[in-house]
């Protein structure tokens, strides 16, 4: 597909950040039998807790084997005899005789294997009695368990506001026992956020039950701020590197590495210390490749965002757009406000400055109720500057996929910009559908 050898080559930060997402079964094994670390199953970016009690969050997804591309295996065994950086020079060298020209699929292929899995572990929920009318993010995520679950020591819910995923979540005793609970109020009423802390401080003293380590204000701050740098250079690749009118690489590419954080950032690939360093990393080389003009003139192509992703879509989607000539921005987490900083001042409140970020996530954020979602729709539009907005309608979901008219009837009148509707049911399912829609709604800027 679109990727350019040379974005590949020198983004040594996606190869790391694909390698630790793909490689995370080895990873997790390690740190399961050698370092005797406990792992503990988190979906949704709730993973702080988890590390502030020194185990190992995972996304359930990445306890599985995938098809690591030839080239990212080869890349890690070089990385351990000569390091990185010179695996790079390495690549660079080799492909001056062109052997790996394969090299310009390899974040499309990341993605692939991704969602190809996601698929399988779609179709292993269905086949073990999920309702069909259930979200595939909900089906898939249930797979994940029935596949993986039994690895587990624990696994930590948040209950949202919606009831299809309280449901399921309470269905995950049949495959992890230890479950630990996070009760959201549904909310904000007078004591909601004392009873958050209580329940927070709750699930804390579980965790410390099953890891047998001790959580302070200190293993709290040091993850909460770890946790916010990364949300800062989360933003900066949100706010600055996707509004730049010269992108570090190809639009396409770029969109799939705005796929690969959103999907990595609810387990920080089980590493927060690495996932930062790496995140870093990723800001100073595209920002270096901006400065340098190593990349592609975007300014002609209108930004286009499309969300709910992180409930499942088509990933063909910002290949299609490509290809109509606009540039696709994923930004799931910035829109359900899980990029908001936690405060860690020396007088803070740890727990009770927890309850207050994960009460504003749930009550503006995910699971809140239409009116206020399509409000953070509007405004995360109008701070990101998008030139267009698509929305995934994802089949199953009572909750958010309602809004769509709602949404359109706010965007026609506060922020006139062209907007459409494509749906999902499955990956791969409704390719065709999704490239009619899209067409006509390129031609709204033409
Ligand atoms: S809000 Fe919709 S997409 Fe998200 S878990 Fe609930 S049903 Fe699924």
Known sequence: MSIFTDDIISFKSVLRLAYNFLAGREYL???????????????????????????V?????????????????????AKSLIGWDLTTRLLSFVRQFDVLKILDTVMDDVIHTINEKYNEL????????????????ITGLTGMFISKGKNVDANLNFTI????????????????????????????????????????????TDLEDVTGNLVTDNSLKKQFRIGNQIKRFYKTVLFECSASDFYPCNPATFAEILALLGLSFQDYNSNAQRYLENFSYLVKEMRERIDKGIGMDVSDMPRVMITPVFGGWEPETHEILYNLGAR????????????????????????????????NATMRGIGCDQETL?????????????????????????????????????????????TTVINFNKIGE????????????MEMFR
């Open 161 to 204: 506001r919606c009831s299809a995923w309280n449901k399921y979540s309470e269905s995950l005793k049949n495959y992890v026992p230890r479950q630990i609970w996070v009760d959201v109020p549904p909310r904000e009423y007078g004591n909601a956020i004392e009873l958050l802390t209580d329940n927070i401080s709750k699930a804390i």
């Open 328 to 359: 696709t921005i994923y930004a799931d987490w910035e829109l359900l406000k899980m990029l908001e900083e936690i405060p860690v001042g020396r007088n803070s409140n740890p727990v009770e400055d927890y309850a207050r970020f994960v009460m």
């Open 430 to 441: 409704n390719v065709e559908q999704v490239r009619t829609r899209l067409g006509a709604f």
């Open 29 to 55: 094994k390690k740190k399961k039998f050698k370092d005797r670390k406990k792992l503990i199953s988190v979906a949704l970016p709730f993973s702080d807790l988890i590390y502030s009690a020194g185990a």
């Open 374 to 418: 399509t409000d953070s729709y509007i405004e995360t539009a109008k701070d990101l500057n998008v030139d267009g907005l698509v929305f995934n309608q994802v089949f199953g979901c009572h909750s958010i996929s309602n809004c769509y008219s709602q949404l359109r009837r706010k965007i026609r009148k506060k922020l006139e910009i062209p």
């Open 57 to 77: 969050p995972v996304f359930p997804i990445r306890m599985e084997k995938f098809k690591v591309n030839a080239y990212l295996n080869a890349l890690n065994s």
């Open 122 to 137: 779609y179709e292993l929920g269905i086949d073990n009695g999920i309702p069909s009318d259930f979200c595939y993010g």
